[in-house]
């Protein structure tokens, strides 16, 4: 019964380069959504969708930042032009229908140089 | 604004002595209280939800309940292996599923 998928656990970026986080949700769920973790502050919520749609995106910087959620394979997030700024962990999470709670992967740690 | 305080900061116990973790909320409508617990370098692990003033839930040496105000998540005789830092984040009414985080309790058990 695997949980929530994400890869790479580890990734080194130079500025300017892209970053792209993947995350494959629980079997069975088809709610996905994208925090930030910041060292000393609190996950923050970035991206909220399901499958082929973005439900709420108001946790999001409007430049640089993209998500999807295919149809079929994992959900992606997409950093453009990091900026060592974006170094932080990622965590995806994945919720049953009733949204009963949020199931959470182990992260990906970004580092940009 | 939406803010979930929690409290202390940090707490270091010995083995064995019962304490509890407060996480205190100003929203404008509750719509479910998580409780997490994460270890460093780790992604949070789901404990809890609770949805209405006055309901509590146990897991082993874990219990949370929750007020019109507030959570308490109760440590009893607590383990070494019990430490970590516990999590609270709350559901609004309002807007879509999204959780809001407090900043975590980092707790500390020593033998």
């Known amino acids: 019964n695997a949980g929530v998928m994400q890869n790479p656990r580890h990734l080194v970026r130079r500025r300017g380069q892209e970053a792209r986080l993947r995350c494959s949700p629980m079997k069975g769920h088809s709610h996905v959504y994208w925090y930030r973790q910041l060292p000393e502050e609190g996950l923050k919520f970035m991206v909220y969708?399901?499958?082929?749609?973005?439900?709420?995106e108001s946790g999001m910087p409007k430049e640089r930042f993209s998500a999807e959620f295919p149809k079929e394979g994992p959900s992606i997030l997409r950093i453009q032009q990091v900026v060592r700024g974006d170094s932080a962990a990622y965590f995806c999470?994945?919720?049953?229908?009733?949204?009963?709670?949020?199931?959470f992967g182990a992260g990906t740690r970004l580092s940009v140089l | 604004e939406d803010q979930v305080t929690q409290s202390p900061e940090a707490l270091r116990l010995q083995e064995g002595e019962s304490s509890s973790l407060n996480c205190s909320y100003t929203v404008s409508g509750l719509r479910g209280l998580f409780w997490y617990r994460q270890d460093p370098g780790k992604g949070p692990e789901f404990l809890f939800t609770l949805y209405s003033a006055g309901e509590e839930k146990e897991k082993e040496r874990l219990k949370a309940t929750l007020t019109k105000k507030e959570s308490f998540l109760h440590i009893t005789a607590p383990k070494p292996e019990d430490s970590a830092t516990y999590l609270c984040?709350?559901?609004?009414?309002?807007?879509?599923?999204?959780?809001?985080f407090g900043k975590g309790t980092k707790l500390t058990v020593n033998p």
């Open positions: 999470a994945s919720s049953p229908a009733d949204h009963s709670g949020q199931y």
């Open positions: 969708l399901q499958k082929e749609n973005i439900i709420d």
């Open positions: 984040a709350v559901r609004l009414v309002s807007g879509s599923e999204k959780l809001v």
